[in-house]
């Protein structure tokens, strides 16, 4: 059993509520994506800095609200509503900053290796919040 494997079943045994039914291969793959897009989007910062490109606000951003998604999925959540609710949002959040800074990143690319490889880690990353939004849909309590 690798770290991963053994940290997501430990993750797993502490759900409660309606996180319990939790995809956790998903959440395993947005956590992934979220440290990726952390470390893509520093990087990224870095080498625009030393252009003097102003995109380095929105990568050093992105990495912050990248690495707290991340952290926030490896909490186990309340059995209330809330947890989830707070989740939902914050990775609808995230999959919005990490679009915006692709995009921003995408008019660098042509000139700047980092930024480009930064603009698919980002989309990655937005793409794996979607999907995550997406299972826990059905997890939802009707309000």
């Known amino acids: ?70 952290r926030m999925m490896m909490r186990p959540m309340p059995s209330s509503g809330m947890g989830m609710t707070a989740m939902m949002s914050m990775l609808g959040a995230t999959s919005a900053m990490c679009r915006a800074t692709a995009e921003d990143c995408m008019a660098m690319g042509d000139m700047n290796a980092a930024a480009k490889m930064c603009a698919q880690v980002c989309l990655n990353c937005a793409d794996a919040c979607d999907a995550m939004m997406a299972s826990m849909k059905t997890m939802m309590p009707s309000m």
Not at 31 to 59: H, L, N, Y
């Open 1 to 70: 059993m690798n770290e991963t494997t053994t940290m997501m079943s430990m993750l797993s045994e502490k759900m409660e509520g309606p996180m319990a039914d939790m995809d956790m291969m998903m959440m395993q793959r947005c956590i992934e994506a979220c440290s990726a897009a952390e470390q893509a989007c520093t990087m990224c910062a870095g080498s625009m800095a030393m252009e003097g490109k102003p995109v380095v606000t929105m990568c050093m951003t992105c990495a912050e609200m990248c690495n707290t998604m991340m």
